[in-house]
């Protein structure tokens, strides 16, 4: 069993940083090292969205426009976890952020195509 365990959310001011950690674990070795990966986020009352992207061996990424230039996703495939580091927060990107893992190479902004999810973590800014 695929388990992914996010970590680094919080309360900021805007302005302020974040980087939030996904790790993985179970049959880790084969999902992280050759599947895309992204990050997801949903704030109260609105569609969970795609907000950043990777391929398995992190050639590729992909941006929502609006966090293009403030956020940076990566990977670490030796210790298989992900990253999404988010700088000059807004209050509007607030919202419980999701790790997801892909059943594709490369990281798609269609949520049906990742079959893994963490169970989330809270990202507050306050203006």
């Known amino acids: 069993q695929v388990q992914l365990v996010e970590s680094g959310g919080g309360l900021v001011e805007a302005r302020n940083s974040l980087r939030l950690s996904c790790r993985t674990s179970g049959r880790t070795g084969r999902i992280f090292s050759n599947n895309g990966m992204g990050w997801f986020r949903q704030a109260p009352g609105k569609e969970r969205e795609f907000v950043a992207g990777?391929?398995?061996?992190?050639?590729?990424?992909d941006y929502l426009d609006s966090v293009k230039g403030r956020f940076t996703i990566s990977r670490d495939r030796a210790e298989n976890t992900l990253y999404l580091q988010m700088n000059s927060l807004k209050p509007e990107d607030t919202a419980v952020y999701y790790c997801?893992?892909?059943?594709?190479?490369?990281?798609?902004?269609?949520?049906?195509?990742?079959?893994?999810w963490g169970q989330g973590t809270q990202v507050t800014v306050s203006a």
């Open positions: 997801a893992a892909s059943r594709l190479a490369t990281a798609t902004r269609t949520p049906s195509t990742y079959p893994y």
């Open positions: 990777i391929s398995w061996n992190g050639g590729i990424t």
